[in-house]
């Protein structure tokens, strides 16, 4: 038998499911900060004085560039985080089965679970006397269900792109 130093990780398919957690946590967290302005601007997007300059205008354009580029990076983060601890165990359970349609609702709940997760602390309770915090499980939504569609479509596509070089 011929040694394989890594042959382990690739005959139970595991590569792709680290793989995909990259991918998927940039798009999720590019999507879900989307929602998040939007959310925001038409929560708060009245702008109540006159007509802005254009220096001002120009400066608000790039603050605003600024401020979506660390949203972006810090959800990044936060969603690897997250998928690493979620996503990883349910990839790795459902195994060859999670090309099956039933698996992405099983992501997708797995995702909601997440976002609860992330809002109280705990599966358990809601955070203390105030109730469940629905405006924050509204936000982790945002970027846990994106998250959770795009890294089983992504443990998809990598199976299957690891299959063909394999072979």
Request: net charge negative; with cysteine; hydrophobic share 60%.
């Amino acid at each position: 038998m011929v040694y394989r130093p890594s042959a382990q990780i690739f005959e139970r398919n595991v590569g792709p499911v680290a793989a995909a957690i990259l991918p998927a946590s940039l798009i999720a967290s590019s999507i879900g900060t989307l929602a998040l302005v939007l959310l925001l601007l038409f929560e708060f997007g009245s702008w109540s004085g006159g007509l802005p300059s254009v220096f001002e205008a120009l400066v608000f354009v790039l603050v605003t560039l600024v401020a979506l580029g660390f949203a972006v990076v810090a959800g990044l983060f936060l969603v690897a985080f997250y998928l690493a601890i979620f996503g990883v165990p349910v990839a790795l359970v459902l195994g060859p089965r999670i090309g099956h349609p039933l698996a992405l609702a099983i992501s997708l709940l797995d995702a909601s679970l997440a976002a609860a997760f992330a809002v109280t602390g705990s599966l358990m309770h809601g955070s203390g006397t105030d109730g469940f915090p629905f405006g924050g499980f509204a936000i982790a939504l945002c970027y846990a269900l994106p998250a959770g569609y795009f890294y089983r479509r992504n443990i998809v596509v990598m199976r299957e792109e690891w299959s063909i070089l394999n072979d």
